[in-house]
T-cell receptor, first 114, second 113 residues
Framework: SQTIHQWPATLVQPVGSPLSLECTVE??????LYWYRQAAGRGLQLLFY??????ISSEVPQNLSASRPQDRQFILSSKKLLLSDSGFYLC?????????????FGPGTRLLVL | GQQLNQSPQSMFIQEGEDVSMNCTSS?????WLWYKQDPGEGPVLLIA?????ELTSNGRLTAQFGITRKDSFLNISASIPSDVGIYFC?????????????FGEGTQLTVNP
């Protein structure tokens, strides 16, 4: 069966510090991968998605970036965090090359920027 | 991306009551999904709808794909405290760079014992 991991689970970082959040998927190959941010326990904002290694689509201009160095690894990064980057970051995957497949979410990383 | 209008934004109900929430869109979609997010966790898929007019049940949950393909509703019968959470509707959008899910803003459900 497929599983999705995110780490760390919780992170407290000072403003201006770098960020690296990692997401890995097991039990599938060629997944579509997604990064979402959720503020205040409400709507999910899609940040990035990837349909393959090295292929990143950005949805919202910001100081965050994403990379996909391996098929089942998706990394969210920032060189300098802002206060507004605080939130709940969710990684998700869906079966690649098949549209309208179910999307599965990881457990999330809660980021607090002080 | 497409805008989904989900309502209500929040609900406060007593245990045992039935719950109804819905999503509407100005565009036609081929798939409607309903997710639930427990506090501090990632959303989990509840029900997926693939056919206009389809009515699908999952235990105490029932969801319908509107015949116009522009809306969907989710009903929860005989609510219990563990139904607490945020419920999201979602649709798949096709883009040249790939497919993406668009989510509604969520319905926050509180169940009082």
């Amino acid at each position: 069966s497929q599983t999705i991991h995110q780490w760390p689970a919780t992170l407290v970082q000072p403003v201006g510090s770098p960020l690296s959040l990692e997401c890995t998927v097991e039990g599938t190959s060629n997944p579509n991968l997604y990064w979402y941010r959720q503020a205040a326990g409400r709507g999910l904002q899609l940040l990035f998605y990837s349909v393959g290694i090295g292929q990143i689509s950005s949805e919202v201009p910001q100081n965050l970036s994403a990379s996909r160095p391996q098929d089942r690894q998706f990394i969210l990064s920032s060189k300098k965090l802002l206060l507004s980057d605080s939130g709940f970051y969710l990684c998700a995957w869906s079966a690649g090359r098949v549209t309208e497949e179910t999307q599965y979410f990881g457990p999330g990383t809660r980021l607090l920027v002080l | 991306g497409q805008q989904l209008n989900q309502s209500p934004q929040s609900m406060f109900i007593q245990e045992g009551e039935d719950v109804s929430m819905n999503c509407t869109s100005s565009s036609i979609f081929n798939t409607w999904l309903w997710y639930k997010q427990d506090p501090g966790e990632g959303p989990v898929l509840l029900i997926a709808l693939y056919k206009a007019g389809e009515l699908t049940s999952n235990g105490r949950l029932t969801a319908q794909f509107g015949i116009t393909r522009k809306d969907s509703f989710l009903n929860i019968s005989a609510s219990i405290p563990s139904d607490v959470g945020i419920y999201f509707c979602a649709v798949w959008e096709e883009e040249t760079s790939g497919s993406r899910l668009t989510f509604g803003e969520g319905t926050q459900l509180t169940v009082n014992p």
